[in-house]
């Protein structure tokens, strides 16, 4: 089909001789209106349905409150949003949506039956992951004005937002559309459309989109259920689940960020569809506290930091992999030490698999099926082999080689091998995603009745490695999805194991409905940096489909014929992730002020003179081969003042200036890159008093030394 034409902008003086922008174009596009008549009328029909249920099914139910109060309501007729109102109009202004029985409900849906109600604001991950995907429709519906452009996929992302769309082969988005864009959304903003929720029949649905053959291609392949769910927001109807927020006028902030091309559903050989980011708040304030964040990330990009001390780099001949430098390979061995010698106070063994397997092993463990795409494979003497992806299989095949006694368990077998993914080319951003990596992977084989204790454990070492690097961090429960393998009683016990072990562990954690592996109930870590910024690092899995798959077993007590064998349970758990992620979020986090156990630039020695050269190669020297990063400033054309200065703006933690006195003693001036004075110390109590701080891991070395 031919495709709209665009609105066309125009600028019209306003009071006080400033400008304001208004849009004008034709009217609004024929499929357009053919659409809205055809929602009308079945509108109609669902309210003339929904009065009926009304009066014919209303009655009082109960609607309890997480406080515990209680409050009456009418079946069919009151909504989550009256409800607020009761409580506090504060209330139902900060609320984004509601949660009924567990699940995310709108607002302005009524309730039919006793109902468990929560609230939830822009603060939670769920509020934000529903506002930004409103914000995805208001945007598709302003490009779908602006442009005339087929709409395909609007979903939120960590960060925001974006919606994909297809416009003809002559036309494209380009960076001086998305100001104009923006004042489009603004407007549907300040119109406060009502985001209104529609049930529909697989027919009507194909009546609603025939006119975009993308959506039409979403409800062949997606919709399998005889109805779906549609939404409107003022000329939009889009296919979509919701839940939404209540009109448009909530989302009070909203900026267009920037355009990039995409693929229909990643499939290279597809449409080529243009894409739009945004991000948007429920206040101007946020926004503007958020512009700023971005500004401050920027300063502390990874990518930035490892150029300017030459931690790492990356090579168009190996693309996706690091080449990590001595001082980033200094970084990146001590957060592999740190996990190692916690691993030895845990009771885990560390262990060494293959690289390379047969493919028959990801077939068996599952993987083939749904991640082959994303494996490096090759074929070897007519056998499909692939570098490892993951190294639970692996892990599988160890525990299984010889049969197991009760007396072994819980067996923790740890792994740094290294981890290959086929990442698609352009997802590949700096040590955030990578093709070649390593994980602090561990895997616990347990019994049913050692669950707990274990989960406890993983909980503990989460927080005694996070609490070392600084970071907060939040718990999320996913639970039981859809499509899940194995009992449901067996689910609904390790869920209730999880959420016990989270409840006594007293830090904050939120509930994921459905988010849970197919294997089994998870709990995912977030840490919070230095900039407010959230990040997905440690997990904690319970999987009993795989020691199923690989039929682990092991023997509970030793009879004359044998114990009759038992199967394990596996945890599947990380706390760092993957190292090089970690390293960059590290990084970032301390904007290259690597705290001194871990710094990759822990001493200078700057010499006064060349009378003094000497005696700072003997100290050089004497710190370097105690194991610390020590280099040597032996540059007499500078002043003193400059390599002090030099020194700080290259984050060394420390700077040992000697001269003759310092010579005469047998001593270094300690400076701190805070400009911390610590005066003159003799090498052996200079060395005593680092190796202190190193050990204690503290993030402010330089004030207490």
């Given at each position: 089909m031919r495709l709209a034409a665009?609105?066309?902008?125009?600028?019209?003086p306003r009071g006080g001789g400033g400008l304001c922008r208004h849009y004008q174009g034709g009217p609004v596009p024929a499929h357009v209106t053919e659409r809205l008549a055809y929602y009308e009328k079945l509108k109609a029909a669902a309210e003339g349905r929904l009065a009926q249920r009304a009066s014919e099914e209303s009655r009082r139910i109960w609607i309890s409150l997480p406080d515990g109060r209680a409050v009456e309501g009418e079946a069919w007729k009151t909504t989550?949003?009256?409800?607020?109102?009761?409580?506090?109009?504060?209330?139902?202004?900060?609320?984004?949506?509601?949660?009924?029985?567990?699940?995310?409900?709108?607002?302005?849906?009524?309730?039919?039956?006793?109902?468990?109600?929560?609230?939830?604001?822009?603060?939670?991950r769920d509020?934000?992951?529903?506002?930004?995907?409103?914000?995805?429709?208001?945007?598709?519906?302003?490009?779908?004005?602006?442009?005339?452009?087929?709409?395909?996929?609007?979903?939120?992302?960590?960060?925001?937002?974006?919606?994909?769309?297809?416009?003809?082969?002559?036309?494209?988005?380009?960076?001086?559309?998305?100001?104009?864009?923006?004042e489009i959304?603004?407007?549907?903003?300040?119109?406060?459309?009502?985001?209104?929720?529609?049930?529909?029949?697989?027919?009507?649905?194909?009546?609603?989109?025939?006119?975009?053959?993308?959506?039409?291609?979403?409800?062949?392949?997606?919709?399998?259920?005889?109805?779906?769910?549609?939404?409107?927001?003022?000329?939009?109807?889009?296919?979509?689940?919701?839940?939404?927020?209540?009109?448009?006028?909530?989302?009070r902030a909203l900026k267009l960020l920037k355009n990039a091309s995409a693929q229909w559903q990643g499939d290279p050989t597809a449409e080529a569809l243009q894409r739009i980011y945004g991000i948007s708040f429920p206040s101007a304030k946020q926004l503007s506290e958020w512009e700023h964040a971005q500004e401050e990330a920027a300063?502390?990009?990874?990518?930035?930091?490892?150029?300017?001390?030459?931690?790492?780099?990356?090579?168009?001949?190996?693309?996706?992999?690091?080449?990590?430098?001595?001082?980033?390979?200094?970084?990146?061995?001590?957060?592999?030490d740190f996990i190692k010698g916690e691993y030895l106070k845990r009771g885990f063994s560390e262990v060494i698999t293959p690289n390379i397997y047969n493919a028959k092993l990801w077939e068996l463990s599952g993987h083939w099926q749904h991640y082959a795409e994303n494996m490096f494979s090759f074929r070897v003497n007519n056998e499909t082999l692939a570098l490892k992806p993951m190294n639970c299989p692996g892990h599988c095949l160890m525990f299984g080689h010889r049969p197991r006694s009760w007396r072994e368990l819980p067996l923790r077998l740890a792994d740094f091998g290294v981890l290959h993914r086929n990442e698609p080319s352009g997802s590949l951003t700096g040590l955030t995603r990578v093709r070649r990596f390593q994980q602090d992977d561990a895997h616990i084989f347990c019994a049913l009745d050692q669950l707990e204790g274990e989960i406890r454990g993983c909980l503990d070492f989460l927080q005694a490695v996070y609490?070392?690097?600084?970071?907060?961090?939040?718990?999320?429960?996913?639970?039981?999805?859809?499509?899940?393998?194995?009992?449901?009683?067996?689910?609904?016990?390790?869920?209730?194991?999880l959420e016990k072990s989270l409840r006594g562990f007293g830090q904050p954690w939120e509930l994921?409905?459905?988010?849970?592996?197919?294997?089994?109930?998870?709990?995912?870590?977030?840490?919070?940096?230095?900039?407010?910024?959230?990040?997905?690092?440690?997990?904690?899995?319970?999987?009993?489909?795989?020691?199923?798959?690989?039929?682990?077993?092991?023997?509970?007590?030793?009879?004359?014929?044998?114990?009759?064998?038992?199967?394990?349970?596996?945890?599947?758990?990380?706390?760092?992730?993957?190292?090089?992620?970690?390293?960059?979020?590290?990084?970032?986090?301390?904007?290259?002020?690597?705290?001194?156990?871990?710094?990759?630039?822990?001493?200078?020695?700057?010499?006064?003179?060349?009378?003094?050269?000497?005696?700072?190669?003997?100290?050089?020297?004497?710190?370097?081969?105690?194991?610390?990063?020590?280099?040597?400033?032996?540059?007499?054309?500078?002043?003193?003042n400059r390599k002090i200065r030099k020194a700080q703006l290259a984050q060394y933690n420390f700077q040992f200036v000697v001269g003759r006195q310092e010579m005469s003693n047998r001593t270094v001036n300690v400076r701190s890159r805070d400009t911390h004075q610590h005066g003159q110390r003799g090498l052996q109590e200079t060395l005593g008093r680092l190796r202190e701080l190193q050990d204690s891991r503290v993030r402010n070395a330089e004030e207490l030394f």
């Amino acid at each position: 089909m031919r495709l709209a034409a665009p609105w066309r902008g125009r600028l019209w003086p306003r009071g006080g001789g400033g400008l304001c922008r208004h849009y004008q174009g034709g009217p609004v596009p024929a499929h357009v209106t053919e659409r809205l008549a055809y929602y009308e009328k079945l509108k109609a029909a669902a309210e003339g349905r929904l009065a009926q249920r009304a009066s014919e099914e209303s009655r009082r139910i109960w609607i309890s409150l997480p406080d515990g109060r209680a409050v009456e309501g009418e079946a069919w007729k009151t909504t989550p949003y009256q409800v607020a109102l009761r409580i506090s109009p504060s209330l139902a202004k900060a609320s984004v949506t509601s949660r009924v029985n567990g699940t995310l409900h709108d607002l302005d849906r009524p309730l039919e039956g006793d109902t468990e109600l929560e609230f939830v604001d822009f603060a939670s991950r769920d509020g934000q992951t529903l506002f930004w995907h409103s914000s995805a429709h208001v945007l598709g519906g302003a490009a779908e004005h602006f442009y005339g452009a087929l709409l395909c996929h609007g979903p939120s992302t960590e960060n925001g937002f974006f919606y994909d769309m297809y416009l003809d082969e002559q036309r494209t988005v380009h960076g001086k559309d998305l100001p104009v864009l923006e004042e489009i959304c603004k407007g549907i903003v300040g119109e406060k459309h009502p985001f209104e929720r529609l049930e529909v029949s697989r027919e009507d649905l194909k009546e609603l989109f025939k006119h975009n053959k993308f959506k039409l291609r979403i409800i062949d392949e997606k919709v399998s259920s005889p109805t779906a769910t549609v939404y409107r927001c003022g000329t939009l109807i889009d296919l979509c689940r919701g839940p939404h927020v209540r009109h448009t006028g909530t989302i009070r902030a909203l900026k267009l960020l920037k355009n990039a091309s995409a693929q229909w559903q990643g499939d290279p050989t597809a449409e080529a569809l243009q894409r739009i980011y945004g991000i948007s708040f429920p206040s101007a304030k946020q926004l503007s506290e958020w512009e700023h964040a971005q500004e401050e990330a920027a300063r502390r990009d990874h990518r930035r930091i490892g150029k300017d001390q030459e931690l790492f780099f990356f090579h168009e001949l190996s693309p996706g992999s690091s080449f990590f430098l001595p001082k980033g390979t200094h970084i990146y061995t001590t957060l592999v030490d740190f996990i190692k010698g916690e691993y030895l106070k845990r009771g885990f063994s560390e262990v060494i698999t293959p690289n390379i397997y047969n493919a028959k092993l990801w077939e068996l463990s599952g993987h083939w099926q749904h991640y082959a795409e994303n494996m490096f494979s090759f074929r070897v003497n007519n056998e499909t082999l692939a570098l490892k992806p993951m190294n639970c299989p692996g892990h599988c095949l160890m525990f299984g080689h010889r049969p197991r006694s009760w007396r072994e368990l819980p067996l923790r077998l740890a792994d740094f091998g290294v981890l290959h993914r086929n990442e698609p080319s352009g997802s590949l951003t700096g040590l955030t995603r990578v093709r070649r990596f390593q994980q602090d992977d561990a895997h616990i084989f347990c019994a049913l009745d050692q669950l707990e204790g274990e989960i406890r454990g993983c909980l503990d070492f989460l927080q005694a490695v996070y609490s070392v690097f600084g970071f907060a961090f939040r718990f999320y429960l996913a639970t039981r999805p859809d499509k899940f393998l194995g009992d449901s009683d067996l689910w609904d016990q390790a869920e209730q194991l999880l959420e016990k072990s989270l409840r006594g562990f007293g830090q904050p954690w939120e509930l994921s409905p459905g988010d849970g592996a197919f294997y089994g109930p998870k709990v995912d870590v977030q840490i919070q940096d230095a900039l407010g910024r959230y990040h997905q690092c440690g997990t904690i899995q319970l999987d009993f489909q795989m020691p199923l798959r690989f039929d682990l077993t092991f023997t509970r007590q030793v009879l004359k014929d044998g114990g009759a064998p038992e199967r394990p349970v596996m945890i599947h758990r990380a706390v760092l992730g993957s190292v090089e992620r970690m390293l960059a979020v590290l990084a970032e986090n301390y904007g290259g002020k690597w705290p001194f156990w871990l710094s990759p630039s822990q001493i200078v020695v700057i010499p006064i003179g060349p009378d003094a050269e000497g005696y700072a190669n003997e100290v050089h020297q004497f710190f370097r081969q105690a194991g610390f990063m020590a280099d040597l400033d032996a540059d007499f054309g500078s002043t003193l003042n400059r390599k002090i200065r030099k020194a700080q703006l290259a984050q060394y933690n420390f700077q040992f200036v000697v001269g003759r006195q310092e010579m005469s003693n047998r001593t270094v001036n300690v400076r701190s890159r805070d400009t911390h004075q610590h005066g003159q110390r003799g090498l052996q109590e200079t060395l005593g008093r680092l190796r202190e701080l190193q050990d204690s891991r503290v993030r402010n070395a330089e004030e207490l030394f």
